[in-house]
């Protein structure tokens, strides 16, 4: 698909210079860039590159020298990264899926589906379900009943949205996420070894053999507008209020959220986070990598967890944390640099504590 | 002398940002390599353990009280600074 540079300017709402008719068909890194390409180079330090390579038009630096750099045209951007949200949307390739519903998808007839809607091969739609204007949904998804999804939706292949899910608009999932799988909740009929150790941490050793019984899921998941979800990331439903995902809340590959959870608005869990059933996340929080949360927590608006850390207690609103047990950061890192200096410390403490046994040693 | 520790230090920086010490400029900023926050951090211990010096700094990296971290020259300069201190006999 080609664009003037004029016509992604505007998408932009950018500033550009040179001849706006000049047509780019795709985006490309400026030392691999050809006559039709346009290059990234939104930083200076990608002025040499850029000569390297082919390119007529490029994404540039505010008030760079265009001519220069032997340009036809540019745009100039002064956030590169949010300028790379319109321009690869504006060269995006959309999944190949044909109108209308495929033939080997079984829609049940109770299903409502609304105008403009693709269904692609082998998808099942279950009794009851709700599926809003203009969705995509690729093949093998299957929608379970009652389950009501929003306009504008886009489903990757293999996604399982499970009974009574309730999705809002623009919702996007990944392939084969799984939306409203069973919470894991079992209890035991006499306090546990676990119940122990959460308490007093250590048990009696008194534990008896004990069999698990299963607390049944029986409420589901409930998402805003503008959720994505990446793929094989799952989120348990309810035992008997929905787990929630709050408006515009992006959700990356393998992230498992429990059952009864609630996460607010505009969060960002990345790869790996885990959050344990019960806990309530407020707005803004981000999860680094491969962190977690345990169960029945609160996190406060605008939390951010570094890479890896567990938290393990509530958090107030605003606190970045880090480590095992997630802390503060900047007292995490406090700590790890007592902990780099410990052994030169350990060291001038030996060194001492000889000096004073010589020193006591005389007369 | 002088000529070692300003080597030794590049050559930690240069570890930590991934490029070759022959590439660092005086002039280079820790962002401008790359380094960052967490990566300064890391070079810092560095520095403090082939030294046996602390380098001044809070918890929050992006401020190094007393130590000017603003370009690599400044931080060789700083690190020269705390290298000499500790060879002083103690008063």
């Not at chain 1, 951007?77 to 519903?101: C, K, N, Q, S």
């Not at chain 1, 894991?184 to 006499?190: D, L, Y």
């Not at chain 1, 004990?210 to 309810?238: C, F, L, M, P």
Request: aromatic letters at 4%.
């Amino acid at each position: 698909m080609a664009l003037t540079i004029a016509e992604l300017a505007a998408a932009l709402g950018a500033e550009w210079a040179g001849q706006g008719d000049c047509q780019v068909g795709r985006a490309s890194e400026p030392a691999a860039a050809g006559p039709g390409d346009l290059a990234l180079a939104m930083d200076k330090s990608y002025g040499d590159a850029l000569s390297r390579g082919g390119a007529r038009a490029a994404v540039l630096w505010p008030g760079a020298d265009w001519r220069a750099l032997g340009l036809t045209a540019a745009i100039f951007v002064p956030r590169p990264r949010y300028a790379m949200a319109g321009i690869t949307a504006a060269f995006a390739l959309e999944p190949d899926l044909a109108a209308g519903i495929h033939a080997t998808a079984i829609i049940d007839p109770t299903a409502v589906i609304g105008e403009n809607v693709a269904v692609g091969a082998y998808s099942i739609i279950g009794a009851g379900a709700t599926i809003g204007a203009n969705a995509r949904i690729l093949g093998q998804v299957t929608i379970a009943e009652l389950a009501r999804i929003g306009e504008d939706a886009l489903i990757f292949s293999g996604v399982r949205i499970g009974a009574r899910v309730s999705v809002g608009r623009r919702f996007i999932a990944h392939g084969n996420a799984v939306i409203g799988s069973d919470g894991f909740s079992f209890v035991t009929p006499e306090p546990s070894g676990a119940e122990e150790a959460r308490k007093n941490f250590e048990t009696s050793g008194e534990a008896r053999p004990q069999a698990y019984a299963k607390i049944a899921s029986n409420a589901s998941v409930r998402i805003g507008d503008d959720v994505e979800i990446g793929a094989n990331s799952t989120i348990d439903r309810g035992t008997v209020a929905d787990t929630v995902i709050g408006r515009g809340t992006k959700i990356d590959n393998l992230v498992q959220v429990g059952h009864n959870v609630r996460i607010g608005q505009d969060c960002l869990l990345c790869a790996q986070a885990a959050i344990a059933g019960s806990s309530v996340l407020g707005d803004r929080v981000v999860l680094g990598g491969q962190s977690g949360v345990g169960d029945h927590l609160t996190l406060g608006d605008d939390v951010i967890a570094a890479g890896a850390t567990a938290i393990l207690s509530n958090v107030p609103t605003g606190r970045v944390m880090m480590g095992y047990p997630a802390m503060k950061m900047t007292q995490n890192i406090a700590a790890y640099k007592a902990l780099r200096r410990l052994p030169r410390l350990l060291a001038r403490f030996d060194d001492l504590q000889k000096r004073v046994s010589k020193h006591d040693q005389k007369p | 002398m002088v000529q070692t520790v300003r080597q030794q230090v590049l050559e930690i920086i240069a570890e930590q940002a991934v490029v070759p010490v022959s590439e660092i400029e005086s002039d280079a900023t820790p962002a401008s390599l790359g380094l960052d926050s967490l990566g300064l951090v890391e070079a810092v211990f560095a520095i403090e353990e082939t030294f046996d010096v602390e380098v001044p700094f809070n918890a929050s990296a992006a401020e190094m009280d007393g130590f000017d971290n603003s370009s690599i020259a400044a931080i060789v300069l700083g690190v020269e600074a705390l290298v000499s201190a500790r060879a002083r006999p103690a008063g």
